[in-house]
Every structure is written in C-alpha cells, then in structure tokens.
C-alpha cells in the first residue's frame, strides 16, 4: 500500500541527481586513476545510485555488495545492525570505496567501516549520495558527499519507505505537517 504518495514533496529533482553525479565522478576518477577501485553499494537503498555512479565514472572498477539492516519498517533507526550479505571479492590491498544511500545517524557507516577495516584493503573511503548531519551520533568520515540535507525522511531514488517508492527517479520527502497521527 502506498498510503504515504499523497504526502510526498519533490526535494532534488532528477537533473539535479545526474548533474551532481557527474561532478562526484569527476572527483572519483581523479582520486581512483590506475587503482581500479573496488565499489561498495550499501544494499538495498544504493543500488540505483551505485549503478548511475559508475557509468558516470569510466574507469575500471570492480563492484561488490553488502546487505545491512538497522532500519526495519520504522522510520527509526533501530540501532541493531545486521549484516545480511557480505563482500565476496578478495579486499586484502585493494582501494575500496564505500556506495551508501544516506548517512543518517552514521551508525551504519561506522560499523561498516570497521567491519571492512578487518578485510584490509590498501584505503577505505565513504561515498554518500545523501548526508543528514542533523542526526549524527557518531561521527563518521565521508569522503565524497553528494547533497547535504535537513532532517526529513527522505525517498526516491532507490530509498525506500517501508520498501516503497525506491523507483522514484527523483528524491522526495514526507511533509511533516501530515506525519502527525
Ligand atoms: P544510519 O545508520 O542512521 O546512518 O542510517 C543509515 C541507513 O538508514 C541508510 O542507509 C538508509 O537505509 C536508512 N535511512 C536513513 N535515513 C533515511 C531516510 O530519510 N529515508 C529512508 N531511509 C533512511
């Protein structure tokens, strides 16, 4: 049921994704030239940023996944990490960078980190599409950020609500005022 569409405002339109996509690529490129990087996506809400990025990036890259949950089908972080899925690819001496959706709390992030940290790669950064510092409890490094924004729920884009609206080509949020129950 998508009770929640009715309630949804448009906060980065589709042009503004790709055109801060090519400019984050641009970044990437710079930094990652001759390593042949290994991607990251955070699953399941980067998979459709992950995929824009690295068409964007045209360099070579191998690409790999993990499968976190913390969320469960609240719009509150539970605080409970689970990994569901990890990296299959050899990440001993090799550049991985981290794809996240958002980093919210930075609670999924610093885990992550440190459980990446264990496999020892040569360097380990953190690219996030959305950053929503509002909320951090732990302080996270990101190296790449692609919008900062305020404390909203934010979907779209592959972020989901409750699995709901990732097939949005544009990232919106749920007006406060019609969250109240
Ligand atoms: P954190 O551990 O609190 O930083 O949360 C990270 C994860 O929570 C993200 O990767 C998202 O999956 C989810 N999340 C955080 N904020 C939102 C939001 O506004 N909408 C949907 N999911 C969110």
Known sequence: MRSLEPKLR?????????QRIRELAQEIRRDYAQQYPVLV????????????????LRIPVECDFVKISSYGKNTETSGQITLQLDTTIPLA???????????????????????LKKKTPASLRVCALLDKPARRRLEVPIDYVGFRIPDRFVVGYGIDCAEAFRELDYIGYV???????
């Open 93 to 115: 001496g090799r550049h991985v960078l981290v794809v996240e959706d958002i980093v919210d709390t930075g609670l999924t992030t610093a885990w992550l980190i440190e459980h």
């Open 41 to 56: 996506g955070v699953l399941k809400g980067a998979f459709v940023f992950l995929a824009d990025l690295v068409r964007e």
């Open 10 to 18: 448009p906060l980065i339109g589709p042009e503004q994704i790709r």
């Open 175 to 181: 007006a406060q005022e019609e969250t109240a129950p």
